[in-house]
């Protein structure tokens, strides 16, 4: 029997490589001679880079780059030296979590760190780089991280900008002569589930802004900006796409990285699954484990186990999530294909418990179902 075990990380309880272990337990403990294929998963956000390095038997660089308002800090990233391949977490350094809550600044934060990290896979000769966005402090339409690699943002005086995305409001024009030149050599690809526009109602600063504490009129002010932003960009560029679904994603991000840098911008979990091979690994399989913290209804947005499943269904394996929190809604999951849901901690346990003891649980938890489909009576 051949068993695929792809989770996603449990968060604050495990990583993903931890939950592959835990359920590699569980089926051993039951089915000893099953062939158990480990493949970490994400979606593009927190645990990406473990997924990928882990998947592909990479290593994590450590940077010394610049947070959101510019103060040191310490990021990795992940590297793969034999696929030339880098994998970016820009939460790394352009985090909201880096910063303490009382001084946050979502005007003035940027994404310089973000760049700080793609240069720095350049110089260990990265020719692909998976950057997940997600998590970020800023609000700059990735101004920041342009700098960082080597454009020049100026006003009308032909000043530079300050950082954040409050200065584009002045912004007069871009030079992207000093742009990095190993930059159109290299393959970027995002990660990203977020299919908001740069601007509007439904942009970057309208939806997310206020998450990272702007007000209303922060809002309209780093939206004005952000409009600013996209109409010297094509000036510039001859083109530009504000409407582009994930251009609004990680604060305007995503539209700096699709327009200056020729990033391909695609759903999270189905990149980071093309990504570790996950497509050729469940060829052949009877089975798919996957799973995460929680499942509901809102899992078929795009999360790391309804992706998963969507490509163990199509090789024809049976396909079982696993997760600490199976809310009653998430049965629209059994719509596409999944065969079961298994909650692996009993209803009322209370939450540290639930996190502490996340790995045991989920083996007991494989176990069972172990037995469950194939009528073993071995107790692990």
């Not at 029997?1 to 989770?7: E, F």
């Not at 409001?169 to 908001?196: F, N, Q, Y």
Request: glycine share 12%; with cysteine.
């Amino acid at each position: 029997m051949k068993i695929v075990l792809a989770p996603d990380s449990f968060k604050e309880s495990m990583s993903a490589s931890q939950a592959v272990a835990a359920m590699r337990a569980g089926v051993q403990a039951v089915l000893p001679d099953a062939q158990c294929v480990e493949v970490p998963m994400a979606d593009g956000g927190e645990g990406t880079v473990d997924a990928v390095v882990d998947a592909l038997h990479g290593q994590r660089v450590e940077v010394h780059a610049t947070d959101a308002l510019g103060r040191p800090v310490t990021a990795a990233y992940g590297h793969v030296p034999l696929r030339q391949l880098a994998v970016i977490e820009i939460a790394a350094a352009a985090g909201l979590e880096l910063i303490p809550p009382d001084r946050r600044d979502v005007l003035r934060a940027s994404t310089f760190g973000v760049g700080q990290l793609i240069r720095s896979a350049l110089d260990r000769g990265a020719e692909d780089i998976l950057v997940g966005l997600g998590g970020s402090a800023t609000n700059d339409g990735g101004a920041g991280m342009l700098v960082a690699l080597g454009a020049v943002l100026t006003d009308a005086d032909g000043g530079p900008l300050e950082p954040g995305g409050a200065a584009l409001e002045r912004l007069d024009r871009i030079d992207i002569s000093g742009l990095d030149p190993r930059l159109r050599d290299v393959r970027i690809r995002v990660a990203c589930d977020v299919t908001a526009p740069l601007l509007g109602p439904t942009g970057a600063s309208a939806v997310f802004g206020p998450q990272k504490g702007a007000d209303p009129a922060d809002v309209a002010r780093l939206d004005s900006a952000l409009s600013r932003l996209a109409a010297v960009t094509a000036t510039t560029l001859g083109r530009a796409q504000p409407q582009r679904p994930g251009a609004g994603a990680a604060g305007g991000l995503g539209f700096a990285l699709a327009e200056f840098l020729g990033a391909e911008i695609r759903p999270g979990a189905e990149e980071v699954a093309h990504t570790v091979g996950l497509e050729q690994a469940v060829r052949g399989a009877d089975w798919v484990f996957t799973g995460e913290g929680s499942v509901d209804a809102q899992t078929v947005m795009g999360k790391t186990p309804f992706g998963v499943a969507q490509l163990a269904v199509k090789a024809g394996a049976r396909v079982v999530i696993f997760a600490g929190r199976v809310a009653a809604d998430a049965s629209v999951l059994l719509d596409y294909g999944v065969d079961r849901l298994v909650a692996i901690t009993a209803d009322g346990t209370p939450l540290e418990e639930a996190l502490r003891d996340g790995a045991v649980s989920l083996t007991r938890a494989t176990a069972e179902l172990c037995r469950e489909i194939t009528g073993a009576d071995r107790q692990p």
